[in-house]
């Protein structure tokens, strides 16, 4: 099993506030990512990270910020959390790094509530 | 823009039944595309990948380039295959998209 880990798990926060998520992982893995899931749109990618440093936006990045300062560490940072953004936030991690092995491994969720 | 479709949020079939769960995908490159699934209370997991050719307890799916499609198929359906499942796209080597999902729900 790739180990990765999300925390908090559980977060209920007022509107305004900031709220950073921490995705960790044990295995040295250059890909990560993070989604939201919402019923009826299913998983959608916010951001992604291809390495330190290194990331890029995914479809739905507005409002949301990330930063990877090391390998095991890819933080989500809500600046001012808004209540659309009441979801339940994935962390992966890719586990190849070829095309054809692009399997993700996701981590067990993280869910925020914006009131 | 590159996009997945899976047109049904719900399906449900009897046991014993055959099951097809339709995946579209838009992308105007080599695709790459998967079947993800979410038993209740467990992590997203990978189910299949079209480039393995493989069949994950006893479900298949086909690239068809002529009609962008990646359907999920079992001739025999069991109660434990209910679950959400999601098509995903990986395209430009990087960027991982997935479809809205459909929950398929098998009946005794």
């Known amino acids: 099993d790739a180990g990765i880990t999300q925390s908090p798990r559980h977060k209920v926060t007022e509107t305004g506030t900031p709220v950073t998520l921490r995705c960790h992982q044990t295995?040295?893995?250059?890909?990560m990512y993070w989604y939201r899931q919402d019923p009826g749109h299913g998983l959608r990618l916010i951001h992604y990270?291809?390495?330190?440093?290194?990331?890029d936006k995914g479809e739905v990045s507005d409002g949301y910020s990330v930063s990877r300062s090391k390998t095991e560490d890819f933080l989500l940072t809500l600046e001012s959390a808004t209540s659309s953004q009441t979801s339940v936030y994935f962390c992966?991690?890719?586990?190849?790094?070829?095309?054809?092995?692009?399997?993700?491994?996701f981590g067990e969720g993280s869910r925020l509530t914006v009131l | 823009a590159q996009r997945v479709t899976q047109p049904e949020k719900l399906l449900s079939v009897f046991k014993g039944a055959p099951v097809e769960l339709k995946c579209n995908y838009s992308y105007s490159g080599s695709p790459e595309l998967f079947w993800y699934v979410q038993y209740s209370r467990q992590r997203l997991q990978l189910l299949l990948r079209h480039i393995s050719r493989e069949s994950i307890k006893g479900f298949t799916a086909d690239l068809n380039k002529g009609e962008t499609s990646f359907h999920l198929k079992k001739p025999f359906a069991q109660e434990e295959d209910s679950a959400m499942y999601y098509c995903?796209?990986?395209?430009?080597?990087?960027?991982?998209?997935f479809g809205a999902g459909t929950r398929l729900t098998v009946k005794p």
């Open positions: 992966a991690i890719r586990t190849g790094a070829k095309s054809n092995t692009g399997e993700l491994f």
């Open positions: 995903a796209l990986l395209y430009n080597n990087n960027d991982m998209r």
């Open positions: 990270s291809y390495g330190v440093k290194d990331t």
């Open positions: 295995e040295n893995h250059r890909y």
